[in-house]
């Protein structure tokens, strides 16, 4: 009888929630299917998981949220090996795109061992590698005043909080360069490469991760008028469709500011910077996903109040009796 494989797995023994505590339950559980590696920080992380492709890994696993798993995506990007994801964050935003099961670990883990590979575009933001979206001022600004803290005794209500302070400061001037010639100004920056933002908002409407293009989202209005100019776009069918935001697709483009200002990468502070420039990474990052993505009767319920319109059919495709 074959042995089951022994998968490389990352995650960060400092999780201290009740999320985290039970990802470490299950870790011990089933400890003897991985290599288990306890991290100290991102850069440790990356570092870990660019050892194990370079040794010629087939899979490395990421346990944890999408800060744990974007230090593992730059430590396999360009590489041959694949992703796996067991989801154990507060957001989960990567793996809801996927459609792998955010909410139960076993049925993560069935993923896994299912083995099937997909290739997605992988993006970066002054050399830093993402792999769902990234964002230049107003809500890298929130996650800049969002302390760990917060975020272990509120989960995403923390956000909130901290959207709250910062929607009284007024943001640079913002100029957004695309690599067609187009010119757009702005406030802040939201860029996409899944349709996913935040959980289960589908802020990326057109969003195709294999469509090696980046969904841009320009803001022009900056304070308590975004959120209602968003909220009005929402229920229109898209946040595009508000007055003060348009939509873009575009393979490179670069953000210019009056001042510096915060960057973030799949949900990471990234820094701040007064210019950034986004660009599509050299190879696909090859991900351990579902064939048919695995959505949980909550995500059902999500799908069915989805904003966006539900396309009609081309009555030109109707069978003729």
Not at 87 to 106: C, K, Q
Not at 110 to 130: M, S, T, W, Y
Not at 211 to 217: A, G, I
């Amino acid at each position: 009888m074959a042995t089951p494989p022994r998968y490389p797995l990352l995650f960060n023994p400092k999780a201290r929630s009740q999320r985290g505590e039970r990802t470490l339950r299950f870790l011990m559980e089933h400890s003897t299917r991985f290599y288990l590696c306890a991290t100290n920080s991102s850069d440790e992380a990356r570092t870990m998981a660019a050892r194990f492709a370079a040794e010629g890994e087939p899979i490395v696993v990421a346990a944890g949220g999408d800060g744990t798993l974007n230090a593992v995506v730059a430590g396999l990007a360009g590489s041959k090996t694949a992703l796996g994801v067991l989801p154990a964050g507060t957001m989960n935003v990567f793996a809801r795109e996927l459609g792998i099961p955010f909410g139960n670990l076993s049925k993560a883990f069935d993923v896994i061992e299912q083995g099937h590979v997909r290739e997605i575009d992988l993006f970066e933001a002054n050399r830093a590698p993402f792999v769902q979206m990234a964002g230049v001022g107003f809500d890298a600004m929130v996650i800049e005043e969002t302390t760990w803290e917060s975020k272990k005794m509120l989960g995403p209500l923390s956000y909130l909080l901290s959207a709250v302070k910062v929607l009284g400061e007024k943001p640079p001037a913002m100029v957004v360069e695309f690599s067609d010639g187009r010119r757009e100004e702005g406030v802040a920056v939201l860029a996409g490469n899944g349709s996913l933002y935040g959980g289960q908002f589908k802020l990326f409407r057109k969003a195709d991760n294999q469509d090696s293009m980046l969904d841009v989202l320009v803001f022009k209005e900056a304070g308590y008028r975004f959120v209602l100019d968003s909220l009005r776009g929402l229920a229109k069918g898209g946040v595009d469709l508000a007055v003060s935001t348009e939509y873009f697709q575009s393979d490179s483009f670069t953000v210019r500011s009056q001042g510096e200002v915060p960057i973030q990468v799949d949900g990471e502070l990234l820094g701040r910077a007064s210019e950034v420039e986004f660009s599509q990474c050299t190879r696909r990052l090859r991900v351990i996903a579902p064939e048919e993505p695995i959505i949980s009767r909550f995500g059902e319920v999500m799908r069915a109040m989805s904003p966006w319109p539900k396309r009609t059919p081309d009555p030109t495709l109707s069978s003729v009796s």
